[in-house]
Each structure stands twice: as structure tokens, then as C-alpha cells.
């Protein structure tokens, strides 16, 4: 639950707002196509676009709020914007 | 001894928050409020109060100086008027939903255009869904007495919410009265000492205020208000009555004030210092044998919905007196408030005052005949409109 008057007594925890709850498209990135320059990852700014241990790119679907820089960002169309499905 | 000066309102609002020793003040002067910010900027310029004067250069950054101060955990203070309290409307809303007890003295005026500085409620009332207490005193000693109170009643650790003291433009702020002045220690051992334990910006102990609510908190948190303002019923009621314990004062049960109602088949109701003026008339026609009843509204919000229903149980006829109208609808704030709630009654809408036009005793006379003979249920009337 929120705090009274929504006070957050543990700084840096907005985290917990799952920007994500808004979006209406959503970013479905190809790592077969995608040639790792990092476009997506520099541009990206909600900053949850990051390369996980084998060096694939994945989005972070709780936070992306689907602007689509992402797609345009990306050099050989890797990502691809459609309708968010609920 | 008993300690009594002769007062304006402006002044028993400024003794009261030096009385309560409030930390920091921020206000910026607004007819008919400003004699008040004079007293309490003379209070601390003497040495007599030990507070913070904040100058400010208008009524948006008086109230956010005040949030900031309150944030801290100070004791804080302000009061303003009509187009002042209009210019602080945004910021009214963030006191209340970041649950901030500031106290606020408004001195009840007319808003523009045309520009008129005289009495009437309809500031207070453009404010009443920002989520405020909103309390209505009908002279300047209940003026003095509530906001003792208010500061107890903000800062209760299950409500924490602004409080805004209402006293009529001119007719309280400006008139003279009696006032029975307590002793400070009498007061400051009543109120108590407010230790923040949500709100307190420290620098070893940091916190977020007024963050972010995304759609899938903010509802919670304007429920939360909701909630406060429910539990403000009984605080408010029960801090009432400690103060008439301790100062041997009562004003009804706190949140609504009934006179000569058990004796009466018509009963007026309204707020502020009317209730003056039509406690007169009832006392008049007594001495004819002729029995009306006042209801006077101390607490507009929290509204004592069952309160009411209770206190009007005998009651045939209601007129609801409003210093204020909603344009478009016809109807002032408390008929459409009280209305519903006596749907077995004959309830009648007048509209009076606005703009400092006088009410006078022949009014009050003029709408009991009217709730008693022609008046229909639910009808809406202006009184002294010039045609
Ligand atoms: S759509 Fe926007 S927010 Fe989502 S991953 Fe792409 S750039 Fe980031
Ligand atoms: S911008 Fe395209 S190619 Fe570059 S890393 Fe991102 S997805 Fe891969």
C-alpha cells in the first residue's frame, strides 16, 4: 500500500512504478537480425533496453513505455513496433 | 483572571496561532485578511512569537512555503481571502493529498468579476473538494477557538489534514468583539507539540514527498483523504470536547450546533456569522410565542451527514441559507449537499448576501414565512434581488 500523503521513506525505490502499464504498442526486438551496436540500448529512454549475459538485447516489458524510439533507432529493422495486447 | 481583549477577528486569528506557537508563517497580505498577517509579522517583529515570517510575493508561494515548511515538520500557519485563496487552489490540493496539518485562517470574500471585497462564502466553497477541513466560526471568539483546535485536529496522527478556518469578511474580520484570551501555557499544554512521524525531511533520515502516483496508485491515495475526513468526524467531535473541558466553551457538539431545534417544525440552517443574526430572530418571535429552530453547520468538511439527519428529525421545514451559489444549477453548496439527505421533508434554497449584500433580521423573518406558506419543496429563492 501507499504511505500516508504517498511518501516514499526508502529513496530511489521508484522502481516500483511500472511505467510499462501504459503502453499501446509494444517493441518486439529479433536478436537473429540484430548486429549489436547499441542504437536501441543508448536510445532507449526509459533505459530498459540492456544485453543479457550472452549479449542478446531484451526489453524490459515492465518499464518499456512503447515510444517506439527504439525501432526507429535500429539500423537493420531488428525491432518492431505492433498493438500491445492486453 | 480572566484575560479579555476587544477585537477584531483578523487579530483573534493571529492571537490564536501565536497561542498555538506556531513555527513558520507564510502568507501574503489579501483584503479583508491582511490586519491579520500585520499582527502576527508585529507578533515576531517584537519578540513576542518565536516564528519563522516567511515574505512572499503571492498566495501560490505563500501556501507552497507553507507545504515545504510543513514538510519539515513545522507548525505552520497562513491566512488569506477570496482571489488569494483562488490563486492557491493548485497547491490546496497537494497540502491535503501529501497530508500536511497546516492551519489556514480565510476570511470569507466575494470572487471577481466584479471586483467586490465584501462577504459572501463562495471562496471557501469553490475549495471544498480539495480535500481541506473546512470550519466556519460565527464570531470572533469561536474564530480564536477553532483555531486552537484546528492546529490539534490537523495534526492528529490519524487525520493529518490541512484545517481552513472560516471567518466572514468584515462582519468578523473587521468588527470588534469581546475576546476571552487564554494562557499560552493553558493553550500550548492542549494543543501539544507536533511530532511529524510520516512527514519530517531530515537530512539523516531522507525521504521522497509529493512523488510521483501513477494510475495504479492515485486513486488509493484520494480514498486515503476520504478516509481521513470520515475518522475527522469523531477527532473533530472529540477534540470539541476537550477544549469545552479545558476553557469552558462549547459550540454544540463541534461539528454542528443546534438552538431552540427541539421546539420547532421549521428550522434555518447555515454557516458563519448568520447564525448570529437568526439566533436573534428566533429569540424574537420566542418572546411571540412563535418557535423556530437554527441549525448551525461548524464543520463543512468533513459534512456530519448523520449528524444532521439526527438533529432534524423533527423537523418539517428546512430552509438551507447559502452564501454562495453554483451557477448553471440554481442551488448553493449546502442545499445540494443536505438536500438528499431529507428527501421527507420540504427543503428550500436561499440564496443570500452575496457580495456584502446585507441580511437583515427582516430577511430572516421574510424567508421562515416563506419556507412556512408558499415556498415548494426544493425551490430555490434570492433574497433582496433587485428585479
Ligand atoms: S519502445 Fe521506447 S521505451 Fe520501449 S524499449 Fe523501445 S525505446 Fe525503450
Ligand atoms: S539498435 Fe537494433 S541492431 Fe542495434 S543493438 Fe538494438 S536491436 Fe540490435
Known amino acids: ?86 | 483572571m480572566q484575560n479579555v481583549k476587544v477585537i477584531t477577528g483578523t487579530s483573534a486569528a493571529a492571537e490564536a496561532a501565536k497561542l498555538a506557537d506556531v513555527d513558520v508563517i507564510a502568507a501574503y497580505p489579501i483584503t479583508p485578511q491582511t490586519t491579520s498577517v500585520e499582527k502576527l509579522a508585529e507578533f515576531v517583529a517584537n519578540g513576542e512569537l518565536n516564528a519563522e515570517y516567511i515574505k512572499v510575493e503571492s498566495e501560490h508561494s505563500a501556501i507552497s512555503a507553507c507545504v515545504g515548511a510543513s514538510a519539515t515538520g513545522a507548525r505552520t500557519f497562513t491566512a488569506t481571502s477570496s482571489q488569494g485563496l483562488a490563486l492557491m487552489h493548485e497547491i490546496l490540493f497537494a497540502a491535503a493529498g501529501m497530508r500536511m496539518p497546516i492551519v489556514m485562517m480565510n476570511a470569507n470574500r466575494a470572487l471577481s468579476a466584479p471586483i467586490n471585497i465584501w462577504n459572501d462564502q463562495q471562496d471557501s466553497i469553490s475549495q471544498r473538494d480539495t480535500g481541506w477541513i473546512q470550519l466556519y466560526a460565527e464570531n470572533n471568539q469561536e474564530t480564536l477557538d477553532l483555531i486552537i483546535q484546528a492546529f490539534k485536529i490537523a495534526e492528529n496522527e490519524n487525520v493529518l489534514l490541512p484545517v481552513m478556518v472560516n471567518l466572514d469578511g468584515f462582519i468578523l474580520t473587521h468588527t470588534v468583539e469581546p475576546v476571552e484570551i487564554p494562557e499560552k501555557e493553558k493553550v500550548l499544554n492542549f494543543v501539544g507539540q507536533y511530532e511529524p512521524k510520516h512527514a519530517y525531511l531530515r537530512p539523516e533520515k531522507p525521504m521522497t514527498q509529493g512523488a510521483l502516483g501513477d494510475p495504479e496508485w492515485y486513486m488509493e491515495t484520494r480514498y486515503d483523504v476520504q478516509k481521513a475526513q470520515d475518522v475527522a468526524l469523531n477527532v473533530i467531535k472529540d477534540i470539541h470536547d476537550k477544549f469545552a473541558e479545558k476553557f469552558g466553551r462549547a459550540y454544540g457538539n463541534g461539528l454542528i450546533e443546534s438552538y431552540n431545534i427541539e421546539n420547532a417544525e421549521t428550522v434555518l440552517i447555515t454557516m458563519g456569522s448568520l447564525c448570529g443574526t437568526i439566533k436573534d430572530v428566533i429569540d424574537e418571535l420566542k418572546a411571540e410565542g412563535k418557535e423556530y429552530g437554527l441549525l448551525k453547520i461548524i464543520s463543512y468538511r468533513p459534512l456530519p451527514t448523520e449528524e444532521i439527519k439526527e438533529a432534524l428529525k423533527g423537523a418539517k421545514n428546512v430552509a438551507i441559507l447559502d452564501k454562495d451559489i453554483s451557477l448553471g444549477l440554481d442551488k448553493g453548496a449546502l442545499f445540494t449537499d443536505i438536500a438528499p439527505f431529507l428527501k421527507d421533508k420540504k427543503t428550500v434554497n436561499y440564496i443570500v448576501g452575496l457580495g456584502g449584500r446585507d441580511i437583515r433580521k427582516a430577511n430572516i423573518k421574510e424567508i421562515i414565512e416563506h419556507t412556512e406558506n408558499e415556498a415548494k419543496d426544493t425551490e430555490t429563492k434570492w433574497i433582496g434581488l433587485k428585479e
Not at chain 1, 530511489?12 to 518486439?28: E, L, Y
Not at chain 1, 542504437?39 to 543479457?52: A, L, M, T, V
Not at chain 1, 518499464?63 to 513496433?81: D, M, R, S
Request: net charge negative.
Open chain 1, 1 to 86: 500500500m501507499v504511505n500516508k500523503g504517498t511518501i516514499i521513506y526508502e529513496p530511489g525505490n521508484s522502481i516500483n512504478n511500472k511505467t510499462g502499464s501504459w503502453r499501446v504498442f509494444k517493441p518486439i526486438l529479433d536478436n537473429d537480425k540484430c548486429i549489436k551496436c547499441e542504437n536501441c540500448y543508448i536510445f532507449c529512454p526509459e533505459g530498459c533496453i540492456q544485453p543479457d549475459e550472452n549479449g542478446d538485447f531484451k526489453i524490459d516489458y515492465d518499464y518499456c513505455k512503447g515510444c517506439l524510439i527504439c525501432e526507429e533507432e535500429c539500423p537493420v529493422k531488428a525491432i518492431t513496433g505492433i498493438r500491445e495486447e492486453k
